[in-house]
């Protein structure tokens, strides 16, 4: 039988390819049950490719250009407008390229959630695989997180770790992190709309949680 309970309305920010919408899209049409409603797909790029993922999944997408407004916050105040039009229960920021305003954060605190290629708080920022490799470290993953006004920051709501390989470069890396990433972000939103997930004293605590079971995902490598 059809899922039969109000779903949880999202919108996704896209600024580049979009792959992690995509993991979003294949779970929606995977499972008719899934409580998640992919409600708006929104980029301040025209040409972003995950734009064209949306129309082909039938998903309603919007585009604003922030050189069309005169500071971030008059953009951000606009953004927002979009997203309570259309009714918006949550926002997922994947590979959304702009830093966002205070007043945006404020507004969207707790129904606002990123994805991250590393295991937060370690690589905030740029050029992550780059650097975790600079720095020689053996596991590196991504994080799901609520945001928070630094870049990066905010309650953690859920990881996917990976271990580094001899030979790895940064584009090996980022390949494999972003499998991950499409393992994990699918599970946190899931979790948001379970109705699973609270935020107490900036951390996350997450209800029903079955020894572990969404806390870690190991990499396809290690069975190899
Ligand atoms: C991902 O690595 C995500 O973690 C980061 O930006 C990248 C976006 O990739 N925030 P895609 O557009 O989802 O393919």
Redesign the pocket.
């Given at each position: 039988m059809a899922f039969q309970g109000t779903k949880l309305k999202v919108a996704v920010l896209?600024s580049?390819?979009?792959?992690?919408?995509q993991s979003l899209i294949d779970r929606a049409a995977n499972d008719e049950d899934w409580p998640v409603e992919l409600s708006l797909v929104f980029s301040n790029k025209a040409d972003a490719k995950?734009l064209e993922r949306a129309e082909q999944a039938g998903i309603p997408t919007q585009v604003l250009s922030h050189k069309d407004y005169d500071d971030r916050a008059a953009f951000d105040a606009e953004v927002s407008n979009i997203l309570e039009e259309a009714n918006i229960d949550l926002v997922v920021l994947?590979?959304y390229m702009r830093i966002l305003s205070e007043e945006f954060v404020n507004r969207w605190r707790d129904r606002l959630i990123n994805?991250?290629?590393a295991l937060l708080p370690a690589f905030k920022g740029l050029h992550v695989h780059e650097r975790a490799l600079d720095a020689g470290v053996r596991i590196t993953g991504?994080t799901v997180h609520f945001v928070r006004l630094g870049t990066d920051e905010g309650p953690i709501i859920i990881q996917g770790a990976l271990p580094v390989q001899p030979n790895d470069t940064p584009e090996s890396l980022e390949a494999r992190t972003?499998k991950i990433?499409h393992m994990i972000l699918p599970e946190a939103v899931t979790l948001i709309a379970e109705k699973r997930v609270r935020v107490v004293s900036e951390q996350v605590q997450i209800d029903n949680r079955p020894d572990e079971a969404e806390a870690v995902i190991i990499s396809p490598v290690l069975s190899h």
């Open positions: 896209v580049g390819r979009g792959t992690n919408l995950g994947a590979g994805i991250h290629p991504a972003l990433e």
